[in-house]
Structure formats: structure tokens, C-alpha cells
């Protein structure tokens, strides 16, 4: 198993990494979605993986597209919707989902980030959870100091 976990890791050729996405270890297919060299098709298919880790390292993987990042705010794991935060190469579109996401552990993750438009930032600055409105808040107070 070493020997795949490494060879999922530092493949960059398209084919290894797409059979390698079909091993019967979630570990291996969590290595894969977050490799960089996987391609588009290999993280859709992987976007859908049973596993929660797997999932969690497309949504992490920078080079996934916006489109499934968007498929992944559905995701019944409030994890990977977190882990939908993360990064800076994200849309506001996202963030408009996320924002209204019905977990406050969720909306409080978006408040945090720092690249989030203005809009979406006021918007969770009136959630209905004292929790977000107060991180909201404070994220406002850095971005206009």
C-alpha cells in the first residue's frame, strides 16, 4: 500500500491517477483527489466517492473547477462543506451558497474568510446565529482597519 500511496502522490500522468482513483482504499483515492495533476473527470468522478475524505480533498484540491465546487455545497457532510471555505481560489457565487447554508458551524466558516465580497460579509452580519453575526463582525471591523 506504500508503494500506491506514493505512487498517488507524485504521479502527474493522467491514466495512472485514473486508476488509481478506482483502488479499493479510500486512502488511496483521497491521495489522488488531492493531487494536483488530477485532471477535471478524475475529480468529478471522486467528487461522488462514498468516502468523506476522498470528497474532502477534491473540494480542498485548488484545481478543482468552480462548477463542482458548487455540486459540492450540496454535500450532505457538513465537513466538506467547510472544507468548501478554504482557499482563495473561490467564487462569490460559493460563498453566496455557503452563506446560507442551514448549519451555522458552515455560514461561520465563510465569515471567516477574508476574501469574501461585502455583500455576502453583510449578509452574515444579520444571520440569525449569534455566533456568525459576532465572527462577521469581526472580520468587518479587520477589513475596514
Do not use: H
Request: proline share 1%; glycine share 2%.
Amino acid at each position: 500500500m506504500e508503494e500506491k500511496c506514493l505512487l498517488a502522490k507524485s504521479s502527474s500522468g493522467t491514466e495512472e491517477l485514473e486508476l488509481l482513483a478506482f483502488d479499493e482504499k479510500d486512502v488511496i483515492r483521497s491521495i489522488v483527489a488531492e493531487n494536483l495533476a488530477t485532471n477535471e473527470a478524475t475529480l468529478k468522478k471522486l467528487s461522488s466517492d462514498k468516502a468523506k475524505r476522498v470528497r474532502m480533498e477534491v473540494a480542498r484540491n485548488p484545481n478543482t473547477s468552480q462548477e463542482l465546487l458548487l455540486e459540492l455545497a450540496n454535500d450532505k457532510e457538513i465537513d466538506i462543506r467547510v472544507a468548501l471555505t478554504w482557499g482563495s481560489k473561490k467564487e462569490d457565487k460559493l460563498y453566496e451558497i455557503l452563506a446560507k447554508d442551514k448549519d451555522p458551524f458552515v455560514r461561520r466558516a465563510v465569515a471567516r474568510q477574508t476574501n469574501i465580497s461585502l455583500e455576502v460579509l453583510f449578509f452574515l452580519m444579520e444571520d440569525a446565529d449569534e455566533s456568525v453575526r459576532e465572527t462577521a463582525i469581526k472580520l468587518s471591523k479587520r477589513k475596514t482597519s
